[in-house]
């Protein structure tokens, strides 16, 4: 168990429809990565936040965004969703140095 | 652009037998090289982090090293316990991270 928790462990939903995702860092852990795995894409970076704040984006579609509270949980919402976003979401979390990542269990995420 | 390239996509050891998998990156500004590993269904659980060319890493049976151009991760005496997929990743000066699309391990009893 990494202590990095996400919900919901699956979730099932149609074309054009918007879900958020919840993901609670390990205790003490400022920042927060979300990713998305697909089985064509391998593990792609979507974006990081630092103590509330942006810190760097990578391959994230605009119907995507997210936001780290003050309580240092994080949610990624999905909007308009497509067949192609169905995968598994991660989140991870990392102290201060910001390199040794603890991902959670993920979420699978099917869009019908 | 900033990539991740891993070999063999798939490896198949018996018992005991030692071998290497191979990372090779092109990134702007490396911030430090991490080996993953990830079990079936679970999210990547991490092994080594390396920064600069020269540099080695080692727990158990695993030994990580670094050059300018790729990284290795060697398996020394593999047991079945060591099965899984070993992910490649770079950091690069934009704080990004590009993941590499894995070796998957087999190791036969």
């Known amino acids: 168990d990494s202590g990095v928790t996400q919900t919901p462990k699956h979730l099932i939903t149609a074309t054009g429809q918007r879900v958020t995702l919840r993901c609670s860092p390990r205790s003490g852990d400022l920042s927060v990565y979300w990713y998305q795995q697909s089985l064509d894409q391998g593990l792609q970076f979507l974006i990081q936040y630092y103590n509330g704040e942006e810190r760097a984006k990578g391959n994230i579609l605009e119907r995507f965004s997210a936001q780290q509270f003050p309580d240092l949980h994080s949610e990624l919402n999905l909007s308009s969703l497509e067949l192609g976003d169905s995968a598994l979401y991660f989140c991870?979390?990392?102290?201060?140095?910001?390199?040794?990542?603890?991902f959670g269990p993920g979420t699978r995420l099917t869009v019908l | 652009e900033d990539q991740v390239t891993q070999s063999p996509e798939a490896l198949r050891l018996q018992e005991g037998e030692s071998s290497s998998l191979n990372c090779s990156y092109t990134v702007s500004g490396l911030r430090g090289l991490f080996w993953y590993r990830q079990d079936p269904g679970k999210g990547p659980e991490f092994l080594f982090t390396?920064?600069?060319a020269g540099e080695e890493k080692e727990k158990e049976r695993l030994k990580a090293t670094l050059t300018k151009k790729e990284s290795f991760l060697h398996i020394t005496a593999p047991k079945p316990e060591d099965s899984a997929t070993y992910l490649c990743a770079v950091r690069d000066n934009f704080n990004k991270f590009y993941f590499g699309s894995g070796t998957k391990l087999n190791v036969k009893p």
């Open positions: 390396l920064y600069s």
């Open positions: 991870a979390s990392s102290s201060e140095n910001f390199n040794e990542q603890f």
